[in-house]
């Protein structure tokens, strides 16, 4: 596929791409995707699985429609998961030797609010954040696309919905699909407000963007939103003040604190690493 352009026109993108690749996380990835479609006003998940294109012998044929490989494991788990909570999704196979730029493109071309995928490794060496996931991340950094990485988790009803959150594009991602899953699953939301020395901000003097951020919340949400700030700039305290089972965090602020990717703590609890679409 051709290069991702970075001119787009701002039309009004609604719904979720989910891209699949492993059986075994597509249920905690797609009850997110569930709870995050408004099913009055957007189209279902869009589900998105990537076959390595196999490569072909100069002077050979590509194997015809009869002898291709059945559908991928994880599209048919994605599929008998929402057809089992009465959802029929739009899910696509993909022959595919570039996933990121063909998430990315399938995104575009779908018109879709967010992409959601599940977190993995390196293919080698030390790093924590596999390449696909990075891709993926770097490319919609500019576009009117939000991405969310689901590091862990299964796929229990929520009861508590946390965000850390503050008044940039990863904030407002973090807020907004915090308050999709909440209001969806009749969950609470407790938004974090990340504290800033420099801006003053704190329990009694919080940011004048963020303080229209949670009016906004509380008008939709009514008694399920609830607010506080984050005492300090630290995963251990993000940690402390965040109990319930799912934790959204901008990806900004996952980095600064040095957010695990590939541990979080309590291995039943779900974090989403968010970047907000610019």
Not at 12 to 25: F, I
Not at 53 to 82: F, H, K, M, N, R
Not at 143 to 151: E, K, Q, S, T
Request: contains cysteine; charged residues 20%.
């Amino acid at each position: 596929m051709e290069e991702v352009s970075q001119q787009m026109t701002a039309t009004h993108r609604r719904g979720v791409l989910v891209a699949v690749a492993n059986p075994e996380g597509v249920a905690p990835l797609m009850a997110i995707a569930l709870a995050a479609t408004d099913p009055v006003d957007e189209p279902p998940p869009r589900v998105l699985a990537l076959v390595p294109q196999p490569d072909v012998a100069a002077g050979a044929e590509a194997p015809s429609a009869e002898a291709q490989a059945p559908p991928p494991l994880a599209l048919t788990a994605a599929i008998e998961y929402a057809r089992a909570r009465g959802v029929t999704i739009d899910a696509h196979a993909t022959p595919s030797n570039a996933p990121a730029l063909d998430i990315i493109n399938a995104a575009r071309s779908a018109e879709v609010g967010w992409i959601l995928l599940g977190y993995h490794r390196a293919a080698s060496g030390g790093d924590t954040l596999g390449g696909v996931v990075r891709q993926v991340f770097l490319k919609a950094k500019e576009l009117p696309i939000n991405v969310g990485a689901f590091i862990q988790g299964t796929d229990r009803p929520f009861e508590r919905v946390f965000a850390a959150i503050d008044a940039g594009p990863d904030g407002r991602a973090a807020l907004e699909l915090g308050a999709r899953v909440a209001r969806n699953n009749r969950s609470k939301l407790r938004a974090l407000l990340i504290s800033h020395d420099e801006l003053a901000i704190s329990a009694t003097q919080p940011d004048a963007a963020l303080v229209d951020m949670i009016h906004d919340a509380r008008a939709r949400m009514g008694r399920l939103f609830q607010a506080d700030v984050l005492t300090q700039r630290s995963r251990q305290q993000l940690f402390r003040q965040s109990p319930g089972r799912l934790l959204i965090v901008g990806k900004r602020f996952a980095d600064e604190i040095g957010l695990p990717l590939d541990e979080a703590p309590d291995g039943d609890r779900c974090v989403i690493v968010v970047q907000g679409a610019h």
